[in-house]
């Protein structure tokens, strides 16, 4: 594997053919987790069925195969509605595959600051923190300014108009006042998903005694 | 006056002796207050040596003749940092010439959530708020869900690089996931202040036994 | 209900299921309106057959059960033509739920000046004004030049070529010359009535003995 | 002359010796008007000086010698407010140069419909329209509404934020509801009045007995 | 007619019925022309039966009742390709049905400038030239150095990549450096005859003897 | 503290006055580093002869009083070329003085692959990598798939045209084929370096035994 | 032909029989190639049934009639990932079509530099290059920097957010900081292809002895 | 050198020290010509002071060592104003300095051609054409279609409003229907001059006997 990252085939634009070759080429070359993103259901199937041994989270539209254990980094996925739902699900179904411990945190938007407050707990013990917001994505800068871990946002395409199909959360956390926010790209739960294994990679070895 | 709203004299592009010109001719066709915004300090010593009995609001580059006594109803204009500051103060001073009562609450960013909370009992008490943010403006979503009151968001082109110069501002605060947001445009404290007035202008009678 | 304002079900990307569930914990939190926007109508049959008295307007897309009594204050929503009807519609028809006072003028364009100066009496009259514009949304700035109530202006994205979806009314809006307009989201009828709501709940206790 | 038309010196990056030249070789190529335009005050001097019989108009910029006679061809330049007013001189003033009989129609915005309406018999007589707008650019469909003579629409990039130096009033133009409204660049009073000569050059010879 | 031009129906949003219910209003109402634009086949199918005497261009995509009688003002319709067709079809084709006096004169683009060259006479003739062109739009500058008429420009919005959906066409038309050239929206032949008919009803009268 | 980060005073807009006020305020509510970016060396003459026992670093327009002493996180700040030199020394200068371990990489652009496969070395060593870009951005992509440590990607305003003062170079990094790559602000060294002190927070303790 | 260039059909917008014309029009009157770009296999199976002796390339969605003779010009076409193959299948195939001698080079990015440098003979062999990348087109910069020889990069449309839809690595390669390379449209490999072809017509007669 | 093109230093945020410096150090370790880019008048004065035998072309804004002698490679550069010719002489001199034999075309614009085809001889003769054109950049399209050789296309940031400094001119010669056209960065005369050294090296080998 390049690096130490898992290699993960991108679904869209392969045909089923396609990206069972390429899934047979990659188990057999390496011994760690193989993905597929974004791998509409009906592929899914004929897939799973000619490579024995996967798994389809739907709802993240994820193939995996020989998912890694759970190792000693806590990763918290944070959305603030239904609709960012599907990316928030690609990110923990990626985390998880690759071996994070993922909680999912969902429906605190910044238009209803109490039940963001109330779970502080939850984000304070975290390794790392993704937060996943469409629209104005104002929820980073809130929870960037509530805890000192890592924090990756993800802007979605969810919204409408002057959201410019995900645009408008992408440049507003660029431009957020909380400090030290990284940003990856619109509706890639995968990159986060990634950014964290990178960090995860550093906090798990210094860890270990 | 144009339909009850006061004659504000615009300065960019406008000589002192054409700001006093205009001043002069709306002191004696109206009786109420004549204000001129946007005004450099070196125009505004010109201009109020020409035209005795009014006042320069420097950081609100705001000048006023004739302001209207204080009317009951209680508009609050919030700000998150420094940098906002000049902008807030147009506002406030606009709104405080034309008869408003104007309280502000400064420094109260969604990166630092208590400061916010804190100052609810003010935001609660308001009839009308103004939150003037710059870069992601953030601030506008989570007052919008603190207070029931109409809420005018008035972006600013604070910030650098993906602020795009209040760009990005406007278009999370137009995209904000806390219904029934209003907006303005870049830095225009002015027009906030005007859209107040036209509330004022309902509320208040209403009041009056 | 969050701060006074309604839960309003935002139906894009849920599924009939997913609306009734919602549409059920809210009618049994809450004893106002619930409201769900941008409902298709197939999903509509199907939500109202689960949930009974509930009301679909098709035009505005949106399903409505206990409507809020009608209130004394006084909405007019203006349109410049059919394309923006929709718009309009969802507007008037949340508006209309929530219990404004709803009067609908339509078909008053800019390049008709005496159509819409026909209609200055009813534009006199309101508490506010919605005015719903496409193209390049000039409509907005003749209306604000006409009455001192509060307007909202709500860009839609009719149009073709440089109408930008929308974009080209949203810029115009905002840089509006008709001092004190405040404007929402490209074709978001739901958050002009919002913004409606917001004054009605400031002028209506004010107005009672 | 190219197809009939004035050649005119564009000023912008040509020293003062460069636009000498270039005058003086038309001057002696042609025998019609010569013209010069975006020229800055000082620049004007030397030129003058230099070539003698010439005008400068300063707030148009333009430097002119050899005027054309004034031709049976009535041009209106209508403009809203006083930050518009450069650019309309500019078209008013090459247009006198070329021979168009030009009237200026000033201070009339939309958000005051009556003042605008008030010139309506100007505007009855005009064989061509040049309206120059900033911010919004709504008086070009108003004007375009009330008149069925040609109307050139020249967007000037007065104003600030949402207007975007001039981008919003030309994609407004473009989009307007009022039929057959042609469009120019950004503060290009010179291309309006070009524009308007082509018209007049078949016009003219028609009306001729 | 509003103001002396023909009421025009524009089709998209409208279902067949609501177009027979207008166009039988507009006959009704007036004597001159009645046009519908962007008519798809199956619903002017549907009109033409319902409102009799009217003829459908498929290409133009214009339905037309009662033309009008061909007027002594020529217009000549250039376009450089095939693709770029059905706007030029638009554009002949309502200039057609208001009466003017068209000319086509196709697959002329500055990439084979002896072409352009040999179609001279025609354009030298013309009283008015609409000029439509997709991709850079050049053959505006080409075609407005070659003749002095009148110069109409329409962008269109085939080719792909940097053609940016017609705008980079509409940009460079502005930005031409042929003076005195007029823009109008994207893809609108519409507008284009709409503007010619505003010169035609100058250049005709002045005809007359 | 917040939240564990640094309170870090942007120096913008604020007076040397200001800057001292709110410095010393800092200093004296805690007891770690305080800084102060983009101040120009005037500003930070007259704030270093108000607040002793500071210093200021001109190519990275920082002033910092109170460093931290070293942690065993290692940082890589790497650089293309001479001209993003400041983005990269105010990520560099700000990293020291919060604590981290620095090295600073300079010089390896991809149009020169060789001299970047020189120093896989030491980035291999990296806790994390900072890449500092302008113009294309790619630099980010190559060490991205280098290494297996975090990265972090900070677009600069460097180059012209289409290198659009930065928004070139911010979209590639967030387009980057390299997985897990975190992109920051145009021209923010101060969040890349604030990115970084938020994993090293993580790491550091872990590490301790 | 045109100054020595092949004519090439552009299909989109046309149908096969129009499609069948033009073809048939082109070899009578050439005796060079004849090709037709963008065709879908449906529209191609019915023209080659009506035009005998040409063939279809499927991926590169070719026509081709009458290929020339390979010449002794060397062309290589790179590219990235699976994704970008039909641009760069477009490319290879109008190359070789006009008489090229093209070489593939596939799945060398720049996350993967090894891969790159294994294939620089091959690179160092070309007369020509051209550079078939997506996303953040950074592949362009590092080829740009092995080679001497004449770099043509052709972004394409693949990715998604951020990559907007090729306008990104579009902006990266114009950007690039290595000297001298040249770009093309967006998805263009044709236009690429002609630009190779530009240059071998100067190349091999020098090469002739 | 890297990959046989000439190293050149690029001015803009460098000392005249600096330039002195990276200069003596290129010429100490190479033999062939080293130039450096958009270097004011009083910063090359400084330079040509310390570091003897160079020369500097103002207009280019160009420093120059050791220029190559003369190959047998014909490099036409063509422009049609004089507000493009800076960009111009950039591409000349930059391309003199590596030895192209350069002919300067001016004055040849598209709203004139006539005068573009008088110097159709000159072009045919070129081994490769640069054309700089700001504006419209029609300019590009006419010359792609009179010549068969390479053809280079520089846009340059003049002209103002819609011509959004290049930006116009850019997307055009990127959309132009003028096959084969090659574009590259906004205003980079010598990125145009370094393609065409790259054609240069492979054109003169092949010639030599
Ligand atoms: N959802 C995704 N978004 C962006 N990149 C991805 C995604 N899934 C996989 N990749 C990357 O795509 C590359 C594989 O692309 P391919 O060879 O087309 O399957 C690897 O570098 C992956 O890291
Ligand atoms: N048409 C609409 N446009 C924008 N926001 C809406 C709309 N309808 C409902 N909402 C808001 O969407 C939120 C509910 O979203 P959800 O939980 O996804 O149903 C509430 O805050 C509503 O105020
Ligand atoms: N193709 C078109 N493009 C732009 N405007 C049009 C078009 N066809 C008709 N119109 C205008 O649309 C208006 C009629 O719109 P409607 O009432 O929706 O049919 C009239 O003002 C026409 O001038
Ligand atoms: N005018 C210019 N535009 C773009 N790149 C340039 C220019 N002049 C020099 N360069 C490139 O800039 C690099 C040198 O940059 P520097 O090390 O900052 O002097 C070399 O790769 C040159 O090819
Ligand atoms: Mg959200
Ligand atoms: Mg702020
Ligand atoms: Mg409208
Ligand atoms: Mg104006
Ligand atoms: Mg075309
Ligand atoms: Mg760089
Ligand atoms: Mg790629
Ligand atoms: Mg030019």
Redesign the pocket.
Known sequence: RRQGLP????GPGKTAEQVVG?VRGLLAANTGPVLA??IEPATAATVLDAVPDGTYDERARLLCWRPAPVRAVRLVVVTAGTSDGPVAAEAAAVATAIGLDVTKVEDVGVAGLHRLLRVRPVLADADCVIVVAGMEGALASAVGGLVAAPVIAVPTSTGYGAALEGVTALLAMLSSCAAGLTVVNID?G??AAMAAHRLAMKIEPARKP
Chains 1, 2, 3, 4, 5, 6, 7, 8 share one sequence.
């Open positions: 290699e993960v085939v991108y390429i993103t974004r890639s995968f990159a």
